[in-house]
């Protein structure tokens, strides 16, 4: 019953700069870790980055040093910083919570293009 929306993404140039947003339902987001993943058509459902209750965060090597996850509990919402963004990046981006239904979000756009 949770509802996961994001938001942000656009058409971006290489090099450019986005920030994603994932705005959750209900007052139980702080007790649940929270992650990004997104999938490119043709390709499966990668993982991006994954943030716990207390705010540690993994990041998959393929974005190291470029996106930042992030989590503003007073606000219900994740957040995905991304910097010199790559064709490579474009994808559809969920929004993941760790709740006892794994819920998910609808995604949104990213598309990295000149």
């Known amino acids: 019953q949770v509802q996961l929306v994001e938001s942000g993404g656009g058409l971006v140039q290489p090099g450019g700069s986005l920030r994603l947003s994932c705005a959750a339902s209900?007052?139980?987001?702080?007790?649940?870790?929270m992650a990004w993943y997104r999938q490119a058509p043709g390709k499966p459902r990668e993982w991006v980055a994954t943030i716990t209750t207390t705010g540690s965060t993994t990041v998959n090597g393929s974005v190291r040093g470029r996106f930042t996850i992030s989590r503003d509990n007073a606000k219900n919402t994740m957040y995905l910083q991304m910097i010199s963004l790559k064709p490579d990046d474009t994808a559809v981006y969920y929004c993941k919570m760790f709740d006892p239904q794994n819920s998910w979000g609808q995604g949104t756009q990213v598309t990295v293009s000149s």
């Open positions: 209900g007052s139980a987001f702080r007790v649940y870790s």
